[in-house]
């Protein structure tokens, strides 16, 4: 797959502990930006050109952009894959409510949950001894869940605002928040056990090179 996908591979630049991170990003922008474009010509066709559609365009620009990013600054691309569908979902969410005032209440549900599966992001990208900037991205994640509601009301265009009034809006909210606390601490649970066994297998590995090494090394001696 790797060979398939070379152009995918971070450049040498990129320490040996990060690259496979690396690559992961790259591989997630090709394909993020794949789904956008086909998330353009879905709404395209079935709604026509929008206001929004340039936006969608430009992010998943930005996403296939982020490849030759990382091979020059890898912190900084794997920060922008993480961070760039966070908040223009809340930015194309809150202007498309402005610009096209006929949406239903769908699209106030939609790009929230967008902005939920955001939070697996982090743990994808960087290891955990990087925590300063999984924890800018998480931050962002919980940031913008918890404004969601009050961004769109300060642009006039909030869920109640809009004439909707059903009273399980607010549990919707309550379900959104719950569901990004289960993903946190599972997916850091899950990297926590994935990066010990990875060490462990590492430590295998030099000890059994260390061991042949010991055993080549007196049939080497015995044999001149």
């Known amino acids: 797959m790797r060979k398939t996908f070379s152009f995918l591979l971070p450049s040498s630049k990129v320490p040996e502990h990060l690259r496979q991170g690396v690559y992961i990003t790259n591989l997630l922008s090709l394909l993020l930006a794949m789904l956008g474009i086909i998330l353009f010509y879905t709404l395209f066709f079935l709604f ?12 998943a620009s930005s996403l296939l952009f982020i490849v030759f990013v990382n091979r020059l600054y890898y912190n900084v691309g794997r920060l922008s894959f993480c961070l760039i569908p966070i908040y ?15 949406h239903t209440y769908i699209t106030y549900f939609d790009s929230r949950f967008i902005i939920l599966v955001t939070s697996i992001l982090p743990a994808v990208c960087f290891r955990l001894q990087e925590r300063v900037k999984i924890a800018a991205c998480l931050f962002s994640t919980f940031l913008c869940l918890i404004l969601f509601d009050p961004v769109h009301n300060f642009f006039g265009v909030g869920y109640f605002q809009r004439g909707f009034d059903s009273p399980s809006y607010f549990y919707i909210n309550a379900i959104t928040f719950i569901c990004f606390l289960i ?4 997916l850091l649970t899950l990297k926590a056990i994935t990066e010990r066994a990875e060490q462990q297998a590492y430590k295998s590995f030099i000890d059994i090179n260390s061991l042949n090494g010991q055993l080549i090394y007196p049939m080497r001696s015995y044999s001149s």
């Open 48 to 59: 026509g050109w929008s206001p929004t559609s340039i936006y969608i365009i430009l992010t």
């Open 183 to 186: 993903l946190l601490f599972g």
């Open 88 to 102: 223009m979902t809340l930015a194309i969410s809150v202007y498309g409510k402005y610009a096209e005032p006929y």
